[in-house]
């Protein structure tokens, strides 16, 4: 399955989209899926509460976050390929940090959760088909393929990488 056309995903994710160098999920998941893990993985312990200004998120939020995301948007892909036209609800990212209290957490758990939530995704794309890939669902309301939902985690992915490198570290 190729590049998700403009009409296969909400306008909104296109930036996340349009970050993605890859020409197929798969493609994508090979490319990206090893230098992300070591990326977020290598993040210093010693930044692990810092934010860079008052009611930004600390990196362990916004590293729970990125977990939060990647499950929601996850069992999205799956509901989606496996055929399932009921509609999926939209997320409040801040609502879910807060009540994550990733603050209570070390930052190490955080990380392995992290790690075995890439590992799941990766594995889910890796075992879907081109027909199951083309399936178009309803989320947030607007429809959305299980193809662009794969393109829109590693973009969410590289969004994230590149504030945590302008902003965090």
């Known amino acids: 399955m190729y590049k998700p056309a403009a009409s296969d995903f909400p306008p909104y994710f296109g930036r996340y989209i349009a970050r993605v160098e890859a020409e197929t999920v798969k493609e994508a998941v090979s490319k ?16 692990s509460d810092y934010r860079y200004a008052p009611g930004k998120w600390t990196l362990k939020e916004l590293l729970q976050h990125i977990i939060d995301a990647e499950r ?25 940090v807060e009540n994550a209290k990733a603050h209570n957490r070390s930052f ?24 199951q ?13 299980a193809n662009a939902i794969g393109f829109i985690i590693f973009g969410h992915l590289l969004h994230h ?6 902003r965090y570290l």
């Open 32 to 47: 990206y899926a090893d230098n992300l893990n070591d990326f977020y993985t290598g993040l210093p312990e010693e930044k």
């Open 72 to 96: 929601i948007f996850s069992y999205r892909i799956l509901r989606i390929s496996r055929g399932d036209k009921t509609p999926l609800a939209s997320f409040d990212e801040n609502s879910y």
């Open 108 to 131: 190490a758990s955080i990380k392995e959760e992290f790690l075995a939530v890439r590992k799941s995704t990766d594995l889910l794309l890796g075992s879907l088909t081109e027909e």
């Open 133 to 145: 890939f083309a399936q178009k669902g309803i989320s947030s309301e607007l429809p959305v393929t």
């Open 161 to 166: 990488r590149e504030v945590l490198e302008q």
